[in-house]
């Protein structure tokens, strides 16, 4: 193909996404080396996984459970909630800039217990999820709901 028609057909595709689309793939190309952890936790001193790392403008948090008791979806959703915000908070972003939400369910039957508490947590906007119960085993740990989100800066 010729450099004039790939030009063209560049310009064409940058006027029918628009430039603030593909700038997030350029920056986050440009960004890669600059690539930021969170807190570290390790197992037997090795590294396993960062609490949240940040590539561009971009964070990604890691999942968030609760392990202690009360045993009931809400309290367990209300403390992943707040998890994730403070760490949303910690890397330079908050609620309102989530972008995706995974929930993970212990239980499916918990849908509804988990949604009268996530609802409107994430301001007028919310973002896009993804909601599934796992599979035999649950939930790592004692919490019956995990959570983990993409969000920007």
């Not at 997030?24 to 952890?37: D, S, T």
């Not at 908050?94 to 217990?113: C, H, P, Q, R, T």
């Amino acid at each position: 193909m010729g450099t004039e028609r790939r030009s063209a057909l560049k310009k064409l595709l940058l006027s029918a996404v628009g430039v603030t689309g593909l700038g997030f793939f350029a920056n986050a190309a440009e960004a890669a080396p600059e690539k930021k952890a969170g807190d570290v936790t390790t197992l037997d001193d090795v590294p396993l996984f960062s609490s949240h790392t940040k590539l561009g403008n971009m964070v990604f948090i890691a999942g968030m459970g609760a392990h202690v008791a009360p045993f009931t979806i809400e309290a367990h959703t209300e403390i992943v909630l707040k998890a994730l915000e403070a760490e949303l908070i910690k890397a330079g972003s908050s609620m309102e800039k989530v972008l995706k939400v995974s929930v993970f369910l212990n239980d499916i039957a918990d849908y509804k217990g988990m949604n009268s508490i996530y609802k409107g947590r994430f301001g007028s906007k919310p973002p896009v999820r993804t909601t599934v119960a796992v599979a035999k085993g649950g939930v790592p740990g004692d919490s019956l709901v995990e959570m983990d989100c993409i969000a920007y800066i």
